[in-house]
């Protein structure tokens, strides 16, 4: 990427962290005429991926086009559900989804937004912010040297917690009883379906959580669990529990690494935007809250923020009453989608393991073509009928958080 000789001390557009988010964001300012700085604080775009790797196909596309072998683990076509007491249902509502190679995938948006001319500097660490007017001056550790850049707009896609956006005086903070506490391995040496993601659900497995098994080629898949923190014991960590599990369901696995973090299941932050700052991905909490998915949301937000962002520094009017539209724009986008989810999410971990079971066992019943997600839901809530109604609005949805809105028209290029 960039060397420091190389670097402006002013640019219309400077994005701190370079996952899909901020390379999106990066990107589409850059097609937008815009000079942008991509900022990365670790030395190698896509070393710390903290995810289970799945995306739908669709997103992919949209973005890059049909990606090419390096940049996917696995072609996922079936998700199949696995109850307390072990029944599985295979959902046969085709899907198509791929599980990536993140590192690979991340560094390839990069590149993109490099080709439309932003430039990417890694091992750089913002410091601090100081606002000046309606840009900022963003100080950057680079190589332990301290540097001011000036920027008349900033992209903060920094992730959960983000400091850019507390820098702007926006709240960031996630409360405890909205963040899942999640660990996943990379197993070697296990025999899963390459084409199957599976969901699996259990108090004594995951409380008010779930686990996860993604494949990833040959003998290897991406397994972890997330659970609500105040569901456990609080002796008792993610760790403990999928350790456990893995003990149990993949004896004599081996672990080529390993990860802990936090996903938010909450929905976006009250405030996304500031004077010259809009936040996007994990940093403005455009996760999907059901499932903690958060790579399409993310480039989709990413690519929305990039595009405001740089319609606002062309007008010269980067105040936070004109980036304003940014809020309302991804609220119409995904936000209000996002709420929906929200209440299912509620719905699904408040479910005891007994309905978990009787589901799986009435989906296991039904012919095949029948096995939907939709039916899976519905089944879910059909002995709780004060739930049709709240959900009713999501099933109306149901599909929207994936149709084109959002995307590109065609892989930009």
């Known amino acids: 990427m960039a060397r420091e000789s190389e670097l402006s001390d002013f640019y219309d557009v400077v994005v701190i962290g370079a996952g899909p988010a901020g390379s999106c964001a990066a990107w589409r300012a850059a097609l937008e005429g815009c000079s942008v700085l991509l900022l990365e604080k670790d030395l190698e775009i896509g070393a710390q ?23 996917v683990s696995a072609k996922i076509s079936r998700v199949r559900f696995t109850s307390p007491d072990g029944a599985t249902a295979t959902l046969m509502h085709e899907i198509d989804s791929y599980v ?8 390839a948006l990069a590149a993109r937004a490099v080709s439309a001319g932003a430039v990417v500097l890694t091992g750089s660490r913002a410091l601090s912010m100081k606002q000046h007017g309606c840009g900022w001056e963003v100080a950057v550790d680079i190589d332990g040297a301290r540097h001011t850049v000036h920027a008349k707009g900033v992209v903060g896609a920094d992730g959960i917690e983000s400091r850019v956006g507390r820098w702007a005086g926006l709240k960031t903070h996630t409360p405890l009883e909205e963040m899942e506490s999640c660990y996943q391995y990379r197993l070697s040496g296990v025999e899963v379906d390459q084409h199957v993601v599976e969901l699996v659900f259990g108090s004594g497995i995951a409380p008010s959580g779930y686990a996860w098994i993604f494949p990833k080629g040959e003998d290897t898949a991406n397994v972890g669990l997330g659970i609500k923190r105040q569901a456990a014991p609080v002796q008792i960590t993610a760790k403990d529990y999928l350790d456990r599990w893995i003990e149990e369901r993949f004896p004599g696995a081996g672990s080529l690494g390993e990860f802990a973090g936090g996903v938010p299941i909450s929905v976006t932050l009250p405030l996304i935007s500031a004077d010259g700052l809009v936040l996007a991905g994990d940093a403005a909490h455009q996760v999907n809250p059901l499932s903690g998915a958060g790579i399409s949301s993310g480039m989709r ?10 319609g606002q520094v062309t007008r010269g009017d980067t105040s936070a009453k004109a980036l304003r539209c940014y809020d309302e724009s991804w609220r119409s986008l995904l936000g209000r989608l996002h709420e929906n989810h929200y209440r299912v999410a509620q719905v699904i971990f408040n479910t005891t393991d007994s309905q978990f ?25 059909r002995s709780r009928p004060s739930l049709l109604l709240q959900l009713a609005g999501y099933f109306r949805n149901w599909w929207s958080s994936d149709s084109g809105r959002g995307y590109p028209e065609s892989p930009p290029q």
């Open 357 to 381: 079971n009787s589901l799986a066992g009435e989906l296991a019943s039904l012919p095949e073509e029948k096995r939907t997600l939709y039916a899976a839901v519905s089944r879910a809530v």
């Open 49 to 71: 991926v903290r995810c289970a790797e799945g995306i739908s196909a669709r997103a992919v596309h949209a973005f890059i086009g049909v990606p090419p072998p390096e940049l």
């Open 100 to 107: 990536l190679d993140r590192k690979a995938f991340d560094k």
């Open 301 to 310: 937000g990413g690519w929305l923020a990039g595009g405001v962002l740089a």
